[in-house]
């Protein structure tokens, strides 16, 4: 049930593209997430995302990278949205002319707790999660309400 459902999402993808913008091949978009510094993740052919924030730390960088297939070109932009506990932040990011966008952001208070970054364009979405233990989530309250005080953060 499992394949047929991964086999009718990659077609609605495929058509998605043709229609909202993306003049798409065989190949489909590919999305990576890491701390950065660190090296870029592998990416998971079935999932086409590579995800690798675990172990993150409040206010530390996240590069996000998303890559056309070869030959695809869009006049879209990326929408990226990094949340944790206490916050989110929503960010756009332009493919340059290989199809590449990549941007570093630093992630908000409570990241170490836990971290979603979701990166969307045309009907292409995907997201990377990494959730801290308890003993990273201890004082969330405090530690958002912190953040909150904070001006510009």
Do not use: Y
Not at 2 to 10: D, G
């Amino acid at each position: 049930m499992m394949h047929v459902r991964s086999i009718t999402l990659r077609l609605s993808l495929l058509a998605a593209f043709a229609v909202g913008g993306l003049a798409c091949d065989a190949e489909e978009p590919t999305t990576a997430v890491w701390i950065a510094g660190a090296a870029s993740p592998s990416i998971d052919p079935e999932t086409r995302l590579g995800c690798s924030i675990d172990g993150i730390v409040d206010h530390q960088g996240v590069t996000i990278r998303h890559q056309l297939p070869v030959d695809v070109e869009t006049d879209q932009s990326l929408s990226i949205t990094v949340t944790t506990p206490c916050d989110a932040v929503t960010m756009s990011a332009r493919h340059d002319t290989d199809g590449r966008a990549e941007t570093t952001v630093v992630a908000p208070a409570g990241a170490a707790c836990m971290l979603s970054v979701t990166v969307e364009i045309a009907n292409d979405h995907q997201v990377c999660t990494s959730g801290g233990g308890e003993k990273e989530c201890l004082g969330l309250d405090e530690i958002c309400a912190s953040a909150e005080a904070q001006p510009g953060a």
